[in-house]
C-alpha cells in the first residue's frame, strides 16, 4: 500500500468526522494549519506526549498544542489547577489574585517586562503591541520582516509573506497594507535605510527567525536590530509568543542578551489554555493606564477592553505552569532530548542518501527535504553558509511526510517540524527515529525523495 493508501487505511472514522466537519466548516477545519488532504485525524484524548484519535491509534505528539504544551497534555498539576479554579468561578467581571500572580511571574521572568497586560492570544498580543507602538511614538508605520508570522490581524497579516509581494491574506485593505512594511531578514542595511525616514513606529521580528527558526537569524542580527532602532527612535517589538519561556525561561531576549521595547506572549504562558500578553517598558505599556488627565484620557490614553483577558482558568494554568519551569529542570530535560533527535534524525537521511537536513534550537526542529542542504555537525543549529538560509520544504512533500509519521505514530507540526516537551521521553525518541526512517524509506520507495 502506499503512504496515502495506508493512511485512509488506518483512519476510516477520522475520515467519516472529516466528511461532516466539510458541512460546517470551512475546508473542514477551525485552523489553517490543521489541515490536511484528503482528511485531518480527529483526536480523542490525550496524556503526557502523547495522544490517541478516534480510531483508536497512539501517537507521539510534536505538535504540542502548537508550541504551548511544554509540560504535555493534561499535566496533573496543570490540571489539578484548573480543576480547582472552575467550580470557584471563571470569570468575575473583576480583578482577582491569581492575575496578579501571573502577571508578578511574567515580571520575573522576561527581562524587559517591567509592565504587564494579559490578552486572549498571541494575534491579539501583537494587534496591541503594534498600537503601543504607534501611539508612543505618533508614527504609522510598521516595519517587519518577510516570512515573519505574527497572527492574522490587519496590520501585520497584511505584510509581504513571500517573494511575490502578494499579501499573505486576502481581505486587507490597501490602506492599511500601505503601512505595514516588510524587507528581508538578516540584512541590516536595508532596515536602516528605511528606518531613516524618521516614520516607522516599530520593527517587530520572530526573534530566533522566520516561523518559529524556520528560516534562523544571523549571529549578531538582533544586537544590530537594537542599536539601528534606537538610532531612529523606533521601538523593538520582539514577538515572543513561540520562543517565549522556551529557548530560554525569558525567551530569546535572555537567551542573546538583547532587550526589545515590547514583547509579545502567549502559548507556554497560558498553561496550554488561551491567553497572551504584552510587555515591556513600563512608560510604553503605560499608554494603557488611566490618568488622573481628561485629555488624556479621551484622547491619547491606549484603550484595551477584551471581555476574557487574564480569566481565572487560563491564570490558574499560566501561574502553574510558569511556576513549574522556573527551576530549568524541564528545559534542560526538553532540550537534551531535542540536542539527541535532530544528530539521529540527520544520520538517518545521511544513510538512507535523502537530500535535506534536521536542525532547531533549544526544544524545537525543523525539516527541510528535497534539496541538498548542509546539517549541523555540532549542536543542532541551522550551520550557516554566507548569505544562505535553509531551503523550505515543497508542500507536497511535507504532506506525504506528514501522512506517512502519522501512519507511524508520530504527529508533526505543520509536517515538517514539531516541539519536544518537559515530559517527553527517551522512547519517545527511539520510536520517532523508527518511524522517520520507515517514512523515508516509503517516499523514496514511491519516487518522491
Ligand atoms: C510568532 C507568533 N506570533 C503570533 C502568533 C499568533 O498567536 P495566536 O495563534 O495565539 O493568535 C503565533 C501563532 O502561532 C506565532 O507563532
Known amino acids: 500500500m502506499t503512504i496515502l493508501e495506508t493512511y485512509q487505511h488506518r483512519h476510516p472514522g477520522s475520515a467519516r468526522l472529516y466528511e461532516e466537519a466539510l458541512r460546517t466548516f470551512p475546508s473542514g477545519v477551525t485552523h489553517d494549519i490543521r489541515y490536511l488532504a484528503p482528511f485531518p485525524i480527529f483526536v480523542e484524548r490525550a496524556q503526557g506526549s502523547h495522544k490517541w484519535d478516534v480510531d483508536g491509534n497512539e501517537y507521539i505528539d510534536f505538535v504540542m498544542g502548537h508550541g504551548a504544551l511544554f509540560l504535555g497534555h493534561a499535566h496533573p498539576e496543570i490540571t489539578r489547577a484548573v480543576l480547582e479554579q472552575a467550580p470557584k468561578g471563571t470569570h468575575y467581571g473583576a480583578s482577582h489574585v491569581l492575575e496578579l500572580e501571573w502577571g508578578k511571574l511574567v515580571r520575573r521572568l522576561i527581562p524587559s517586562a517591567e509592565a504587564v497586560r494579559f490578552t486572549s492570544s498571541g494575534t491579539e498580543a501583537t494587534l496591541m503591541a503594534t498600537r503601543l507602538a504607534r501611539a508612543y511614538t505618533s508614527r504609522d508605520k510598521l516595519l517587519k ?17 513571500a517573494e511575490s509581494d502578494t499579501p499573505r491574506s486576502a481581505g486587507v485593505p490597501a490602506a492599511t497594507l500601505s503601512n505595514t512594511l ?5 540584512d541590516i542595511r536595508l532596515v536602516e535605510e528605511r528606518l531613516a525616514r524618521g516614520d516607522v513606529a516599530a520593527v517587530i521580528l520572530e526573534p530566533t527567525g522566520a516561523s518559529w527558526g524556520t528560516l534562523p537569524l544571523k549571529e549578531g542580527f538582533l544586537a544590530d536590530l537594537r542599536e539601528v532602532t534606537r538610532r531612529h527612535n523606533s521601538l523593538l517589538i520582539f514577538d515572543e509568543v513561540v520562543t517565549g519561556f522556551r529557548v530560554a525561561l525569558g525567551g530569546a531576549q535572555e537567551r542573546y542578551g538583547v532587550t526589545p521595547d515590547i514583547t509579545t506572549l502567549a502559548k507556554i504562558l497560558a498553561g496550554g489554555l488561551p491567553g497572551g500578553a504584552v510587555t515591556g517598558k513600563a512608560d510604553i505599556v503605560s499608554m494603557i493606564e488611566f490618568r488622573d488627565n481628561p485629555e488624556w484620557n479621551q484622547e491619547r490614553r491606549v484603550a484595551h477592553p477584551g471581555t476574557f483577558n487574564a480569566n481565572p482558568l487560563s491564570a490558574a494554568a499560566g501561574v502553574t505552569m510558569l511556576s513549574l519551569i522556573g527551576d530549568g529542570r524541564y528545559h534542560r530535560h526538553a532540550d537534551g532530548l531535542m540536542a539527541r533527535l535532530i544528530p539521529a534524525l540527520n544520520a538517518v537521511l545521511q544513510r538512507r542518501g535523502v537530500p535535506g537536513c534536521a536542525y532547531g534550537l533549544a ?36 504532506q506525504a511526510l506528514k501522512r506517512g509519521m502519522l501512519n507511524h505514530g508520530v504527529d508533526l507540526m505543520g ?17 520517532t527515529l523508527e518511524a522517520f526512517e520507515a517514512t523515508i524509506a516509503e517516499m523514496q520507495t514511491e519516487g518522491l525523495l
Open 363 to 398: 526544544s524545537y526542529f525543523h525539516l527541510a527535504l528535497g534539496k541538498d542542504a548542509p546539517r549541523p555537525q555540532e549542536g543542532i543549529e541551522w550551520p550557516w553558509q554566507d548569505g544562505e538560509l535553509p531551503m523550505r520544504t515543497s508542500p507536497p512533500l511535507v
Open 415 to 431: 509536517g515538517s517540524g514539531g516541539f519536544t516537551s518537559g515530559v517527553h521521553t527517551e522512547a519517545d525518541i527511539d520510536h
Open 182 to 186: 516588510s524587507v528581508p531578514q538578516n
Open 145 to 161: 520582516l518577510d516570512f515573519h508570522f505574527h497572527g492574522w490581524h490587519d496590520a501585520l497579516v497584511g505584510a509581504r509573506f
